[in-house]
């Protein structure tokens, strides 16, 4: 992401770079660990990377780089992902119809 915004791309596209740049990181550890990914089950995934990757945009334009504005967004990140972990959450599916 950091690379995008260097490079003069929108701050979407930046973000969007981020979250996919996670997501398929984590997509290909699960396929090569033998397992079912992560983003084509119901688990708060892309979203924790999505908000990540919005703090991230946003703390750049307020405060610029550093420590502070990296350590936000990736606690932003665990903390949605580990919040989904310990207290069940999930995103809402299409129930199949009768």
Same mark, same amino acid.
């Given at each position: 992401m950091r690379a995008g915004?260097?490079?003069?791309?929108?701050?979407?596209?930046? =973000?969007?770079?981020?979250?996919?740049?996670?997501v398929v990181g984590g997509a290909v550890r699960d396929v090569l660990c033998g397992e079912?990914?992560?983003?084509?089950?119901?688990e708060?995934?892309?979203?924790?990377?999505?908000?990540?990757?919005?703090?991230? =945009? =946003?703390?750049?334009?307020?405060?610029?780089?550093?420590?502070?504005t990296l350590t936000a967004s990736i606690a932003v990140t665990l903390l949605l992902r580990l919040s989904a972990v310990r207290f069940d959450l999930h995103l809402p599916t299409e129930r199949p119809k009768e």
């Open positions: 915004l260097d490079a003069g791309v929108s701050p979407l596209v930046a =973000v969007i770079m981020g979250a996919i740049t996670g079912t990914p992560l983003i084509l089950r119901r708060i995934y892309a979203i924790a990377a999505v908000a990540g990757a919005t703090t991230y =945009v =946003v703390l750049i334009a307020w405060a610029g780089p550093g420590a502070i």
